[in-house]
Each structure stands twice: as C-alpha cells, then as structure tokens.
C-alpha cells in the first residue's frame, strides 16, 4: 500500500491479508459508517469442487484476476473521503494484524 493522503500515519506499508480479512473489512464499514461499500469479487465455490482439472483456487490466473479484483476494492474503499476516515481501514491496511476486538472510532487529521 502507498499513499500520499496525510490521514494515513504510513506512507508505504506491506500486510498479508486474506478473502475473509476483506469481508471483515466490508462488514465493518457497512456498519460503522455512511460509506456505501463496493461488492468485494464472488466467492470461488466452483473452483473448489474436486475433480475440475485445473489447480482450482491456485490457478495462477484466478489468483491474478482475483488479486486484481481486491486491488479494485480495496482502491476505492481506500479513496473515499468517509471511509479513511474509519480505523477498521487503517488497521487493514497498516498493521501486521488486524485486531477484530477493536473499539471502531474516527482517525483526526
């Protein structure tokens, strides 16, 4: 993540985050605050089932489109002037873990 918005406190961080850690991210939003939060990218149930003859989930281009896919979101979520405002984004996008006890607040400037 890099970024020139003075709210964020990093100006370049590196996390690992899963499907499930962008669904946290979603859920939060949609509840803490005003934003209307963008559809994250369907679920990959189909590539799961056994016996598909490709890698399924580790398909080298299901992993690009869906990485592309979450780049979209997260970039739009990450763009909105409401939403940088929510500490769910910046623990998302800034710490190492994400602390799902979190009191939600408002990040000041």
């Not at 939060?37 to 016996?51: E, I, S, T, W």
């Not at 690009?64 to 739009?76: D, G, S, T, V, Y």
Request: overall charge neutral.
């Amino acid at each position: 993540f890099q970024t020139n918005l003075p709210i964020f406190k990093l100006k370049e961080s590196t996390v690992r985050r899963r499907y499930s850690d962008f669904e946290w991210l979603r859920n939060e939003l949609e509840r803490e605050s005003k934003v209307v939060v963008p559809p994250l990218p369907g679920k990959a149930l189909l590539r799961q089932l056994p016996f598909r003859g490709d890698d399924g989930i580790f398909d080298d281009s299901f992993i690009e489109e869906r990485k592309q896919a979450l780049e979209q979101f997260i970039n739009k979520v990450a763009g909105h002037p409401l939403a940088q405002n929510e500490r769910c984004l910046h623990m998302f996008l800034q710490d190492e873990v994400i602390d799902k006890n979190y009191t939600p607040s408002k990040i000041r400037h």
